[in-house]
């Protein structure tokens, strides 16, 4: 800190687990709150949507504007006219799910589905496991053969990557299931570059391969499982070959990956969340999450799977926000467009907070197609003037985490921490619980603060949030875990012998404590693939992973100057194309114009742009979400975007001119 200003940002030494270590993606995070893309203060559109011109307003008449426009809307078209979109943001328990719930819920507004990610992921280890505890990070260490499928995590889980490393100096071998030779994952002793879409198929095959050697711990199942008989039986219809052709790798090496995860002990599973991002996202992590059990991996340190840790937290929504589920109707957030532009009752007015749709969503075309209508009344409350900010009617500038209190689970590990605000928000930046209420209050739904009907605020809420934790921390008293929190102390997990150890000293959440290999929530057929969507005209598949700038939009703006496309040598050699190139990445859906990098670490086949892109960082203002088709996964509704197919050509410096899109930088008159 220096003269009232965040001048760097480094981790808590005192933390248990981070020990003082974060990602240089945050270290750079004084460049969005000080940065000229952030919001100041609230501000009303004067242009044409889209145009980024706007003038600024006082808080009351933004809040007035806003209370008016939604209390009409609501008035003459209903409620569910309404439509919150929201995501994750920087959000923890305070800042989200709190206010903006109740506030939506008077209102009678149409909820969200938020899908876009960990939507399948979730559905399957509810459906398989009840969200059983993941093993604990430190663990790790312990494993002999660690399979990571799906994941990044020198990119996405920074935190992961010395325990890795301890792990292989220990003796362990590793094995990457990507189409990439991930950074992190260079010195893997296995990798397999699998085709996108094919991961169902690979798992299942290597599951077949273990009933054919004799490597399938009935014993276990026996005792500890259900429906694993259906799984077996159909995973024998997965031949080596069969598979070998669909993921475009030869058989002799799942059979390797298979046989070297069936020998170790113990051995564990990393999944990510790279293998739900298509139609068969429910039946590749379930037939991934089902190795284990059908191996034995269970029932000691460093054995089984890991995932996300925010699963064991268990959170009450309904104490959280202390607000009653309304019973409107439910928009998946992935068909975003359509439901702009098509919805029957129409969506009249939306409220975007914790987001940046326009570069997020499937179908970037349609979806910025329904922003421009004159007709819907968009508010967009975010940090930073932001793609999607640029289609507002209403902005209201947000406060970061360094400037609000917030409540926070950890994603990787076991703990809960209160977090306080470091500096004064900058310019007239205020938090979500006071901007929801304040239109709350505006619209008759909540008395003034200290009236008997005002909403929870400030320590009110606090309390509320803590008590809605229904996962085993050490405090079971809300008062102690206030204390606790407010100490500054960690609430760590009242696991017992201290670590979750599946199947040991934690177990499946389910109604009988069993791994169910064959749920009845995942349909009929929960291991059913569907075929590739490639066609000729468009042979390339696209993928859009997470960077080491980028994980989401959040930190984009200043972690790119220009993005390029990545490609295999042997496609580029195809189409004529050289390293340096400016090509055109297209498909019936859109296209993105952008330069060419070749790369040998991408499987052939393949095509990559970083995860997070904005707009400004392409030749023609679009990314690729402009190229990914608005289809869903049948069970939870996730995104599908790795099943975009899309073919890549030259284009020329006069066309790329010709065809860049005016007004993607935004401006603000003020």
């Not at 952030?38 to 501000?43: D, E, N």
């Not at 077996?232 to 390797?256: M, Q, Y």
């Amino acid at each position: 800190m220096a003269d009232g200003r965040v001048v760097g940002i480094d981790g808590d030494h005192g933390h248990p687990f981070t020990a003082g270590f974060i990602c240089g993606k945050v270290r750079g995070f004084t460049k969005r709150m000080y940065g000229p893309d952030r919001l100041l203060y609230p501000m009303r559109r004067t242009g044409p949507k889209g145009s980024g011109a706007f003038e600024r307003v006082t808080w009351d008449a933004a809040i007035d504007l806003v209370a008016e426009r939604l209390a009409a809307i609501r008035r003459e078209r209903g409620g569910e006219s309404i439509l919150p979109f929201y995501y994750g943001g920087s959000n923890g328990l305070l800042t989200q799910g709190t206010a903006d719930a109740r506030l939506f819920g008077a209102l009678g507004a149409s909820r969200l589905a938020p899908t876009v990610c960990a939507a399948p992921t979730g559905a399957v280890t509810r459906a398989l496991y009840g969200k059983m505890a993941s093993i604990d990070l430190a663990d790790l260490e312990a494993a002999r053969f660690i399979l990571i499928w799906g994941a990044n995590p020198r990119d996405s889980n920074i935190h992961l990557v010395p325990l890795l490393k301890r792990a292989r100096e220990a003796g362990a071998r590793i094995a990457i299931v990507d189409p990439r030779a991930t950074p992190g994952g260079r010195h893997a002793e296995m990798h397999l570059p699998i085709f996108p879409g094919s991961d169902a198929a690979v798992a299942l095959a290597m599951i077949g391969h273990l009933d054919r050697i004799g490597a399938v711990d009935r014993g276990f199942l026996k005792t500890h499982a259900t429906g694993w008989e259906k799984l077996l039986d159909h995973a024998r219809s997965w031949t080596l070959e069969l598979a070998a052709e669909r993921a475009r790798v030869p058989a002799r090496d799942i059979a390797a990956v298979a046989e070297a995860y069936a020998d170790a002990d113990p051995a564990l599973v990393r999944c990510g969340w790279g293998l739900e991002r298509n139609r068969n996202g429910e039946a590749s992590v379930a037939a991934v999450l089902a190795l284990p059990a059908v191996a034995g991996k269970f029932g000691k340190r460093g054995g089984g799977y890991m995932m996300s840790a925010s699963g064991a937290y268990r959170v009450n929504d309904r104490v959280q926000s202390s607000a009653a589920e309304s019973g409107t109707r439910i928009i998946n957030m992935n068909h975003l467009g359509r439901a702009l532009l098509g919805e029957k009752p129409p969506i009249d007015a939306l409220f975007v907070y914790n987001a940046n749709p326009v570069v997020t969503i499937p179908d970037q075309n349609r979806v910025v197609e329904g922003l421009r209508r004159e007709d819907l009344f968009t508010v967009v409350f975010d940090q930073v003037m932001t793609d999607t900010a640029q289609y507002g009617d209403v902005l209201l500038p947000a406060t970061t985490f360094l400037e609000h209190r917030d409540l926070s689970t950890s994603y990787g590990t076991y703990g809960v921490m209160l977090a306080e605000p470091v500096v004064a928000p900058v310019g007239e930046a205020r938090p979500n619980e006071d901007v929801f209420t304040a239109i709350g209050e505006r619209m008759g739904f909540a008395g003034r603060s200290g009236d008997a009907g005002a909403w929870p605020r400030g320590d009110d809420q606090l309390r509320l949030s803590v008590k809605a934790i229904e996962g085993p921390l050490a405090d079971a008293d809300t008062a102690a875990r206030v204390a606790r929190l407010r100490r500054g102390e960690v609430l760590p997990f009242d696991f017992p012998g201290e670590r979750p150890v599946q199947f040991a000293t934690v177990r499946p959440r389910t109604a009988d404590s069993k791994a169910h290999l064959w749920p009845a929530e995942l349909g009929a057929e929960p291991y059913r693939v569907l075929p590739d969507p490639g066609d000729q005209r468009h042979p390339l598949a696209l993928i859009s992973p997470s960077s080491d700038r980028t994980i989401s939009s959040s930190l984009a703006e200043y972690g790119f100057h220009e993005a390029r496309l990545e490609m295999h040598p042997d496609d580029a050699r195809a189409r004529s194309l050289a390293d340096g190139d400016t090509v055109r990445v297209h498909n019936d859906l859109g296209e993105v114009i952008v330069g060419l990098h070749l790369s040998g670490d991408l499987r052939p086949g393949v095509v990559s742009l970083p995860k997070g892109l904005w707009n400004r960082h392409t030749r023609n203002g679009s990314v690729s979400n402009a190229l990914v088709p608005d289809w869903v996964s049948a069970v939870s509704g996730g995104a599908c975007f790795n099943d975009a197919r899309v073919e890549v050509s030259r284009q020329l410096d006069s066309e790329t001119l010709a065809s860049a899109q005016p007004g993607t930088q935004p401006r603000a008159d003020h």
